[in-house]
């Protein structure tokens, strides 16, 4: 009895102390009969600015599926506060498609200019008709937000960046989808003076009608990454860049892919000499349609064209640059098991993308689906849940062939729980179930 007193008491301190350690849950929905509403559960918000204005540090705005329009749903302002702005479900691709805030060209999706840092996070919403001066989706001055899973669509700039504008600040980009936007440069994402980090992104189908940078334009922006993105289908067909302008800037770009990019000149990537001042790129482990050649560099610029990259066709599932944008689908193709996102189901293909297993060796792959080539994908999947699969689950060596040594593998891990290849039914134990799967696997070589 003395035992479970304790073990309750003890219960109790933690979970007091895991509770004042989290913030509050706000509840908003567009479609509530209450005007403005409490944020609770019963009696959620409807406008999603009164939900901010509520909020506090380490609070978070849960968004309920609808369309969010009107005063109050746009030109959304956090005031500086580290709060999460959210889907229900934010890894959930059918909730973010349903999660919208939709200016409706009367302003923009989110405006930061109050220094928010990175505990200042938007993640699973889609945010699109946005318009403003610069930044047509989103505006961010001198801010660092993380924007994680988000949809920046269909947005215009009068000037620079059709989907995304950002000045000073480092704020951070995470597996965002970016297209169909329109600016005079930037279509997709303008940077200035900042140091952004893009990771995971898809920037397609974005256009400038001016100076350039169809999918990126890095003007004077310090230090730009660019990691595992698929820049593909964006146009300048009056300026330079179809896919990235660099002007004064330093990008770096590796694990990514630029593909079908159209400009006047430097079709994938420009660095030209802006009024002299010099500009640098890296590109590294990447698929540039056209190679090297499809690089402009300016007299005083410079390329570093790393180790890793290639110039194939990446196979991508769908994409018909002239066809219907909302069709494209740039997972990988694979013999071995590629995300079909329509249908939530593993498919496999006639061909294997050679954009698989074929990223920075030094990368982090752990996050592929398995069977993997134990080496991260190039292009916006990479290293990700939705990676294309190659190999046989039963080549845990990845030598091509499943033998004795796979089964040396297996017998090594028997009994053992944690997170193994070797566990092929998932369950966190190595058993028999794992050892019948193996065996269906047996003499298994590579085509």
Request: hydrophobic share 35%; with cysteine; proline share 6%.
């Amino acid at each position: 009895m003395f035992r479970t007193r304790i073990v309750a008491v003890v219960w109790a301190v933690v979970s007091l102390i895991s509770t004042c350690g989290l913030g509050e849950i706000i509840f908003v929905d567009a479609n509530s009969p209450y005007g403005p509403g409490s944020g609770t559960p019963a009696e959620p918000f409807r406008m999603i600015q009164d939900a901010i204005d509520a909020a506090q540090d380490g609070d978070i705005i849960e968004i309920r599926p609808g369309v969010y329009t009107g005063q109050g749903n746009y030109d959304l302002d956090p005031n500086g506060k580290g709060i999460t702005i959210c889907s229900i479900d934010p890894d959930d691709p059918n909730i973010v498609v349903g999660t919208i805030i939709d200016p409706n060209r009367e302003g923009r999706g989110f405006f930061f200019q109050s220094g928010e840092d990175g505990n200042c996070v938007i993640r699973g919403l889609t945010i699109q008709n946005g318009y403003g001066g610069k930044g047509g989706g989103i505006f961010c001055q001198d801010s660092s937000p993380t924007i994680n899973n988000c949809t920046i669509r269909d947005s215009t700039a009068m000037t620079y960046g059709g989907g995304i504008f950002c000045r000073g600040g480092s704020p951070q980009l995470r597996g965002c989808a970016i297209s169909g936007n329109l600016a005079m440069g930037g279509g997709g994402i303008e940077c200035w003076f900042g140091q952004p980090v893009i990771i995971n992104c898809l920037i397609a189908g974005n256009m400038v009608w001016g100076d350039g940078g169809g999918g990126v334009d890095c003007y004077d922006s310090g230090n730009v990454i660019l990691r595992s993105c698929t820049i593909a289908g964006n146009l300048a067909p009056e300026g330079v860049g179809g896919g990235l302008l660099c002007l004064g800037s330093n990008v770096e770009t590796e694990n990514s892919v630029f593909w079908d990019n159209n400009a006047q000149q430097g079709s994938q990537i420009s660095v030209p000499s802006w009024f002299g001042i010099p500009a640098s790129a890296t590109v590294a482990y990447s698929d540039t349609q056209g190679g090297k050649a499809a690089v402009d560099v300016g007299p005083k610029s410079t390329l570093n064209w790393g180790s890793g990259n290639i110039d194939c066709d990446p196979c991508f599932a769908s994409f018909d640059p002239n066809g219907d944008p909302s069709l494209w689908d740039f997972h990988l193709q694979s013999t071995d098991g590629r995300w079909e996102p329509n249908q939530n189901v593993w498919v496999c293909d006639a061909v294997t993308s050679p954009c698989i297993d074929t990223g920075d060796p030094n990368s982090d792959w752990r996050g592929e689906p398995w069977p993997n080539g134990k080496r991260i994908n190039i292009g916006a999947y990479g290293g990700t849940g939705q990676a294309s699969m190659s190999g046989s689950p039963g080549d845990f060596n990845i030598d091509g062939a499943v033998n004795f040594e796979d089964f040396c593998e297996i017998a090594g891990k028997w009994r053992l729980e944690g997170d193994f290849f070797e566990d092929l039914s998932g369950n966190g134990l190595v058993d028999t179930t794992d050892l019948g799967l193996f065996t269906q696997t047996w003499l298994w070589q590579r085509k």
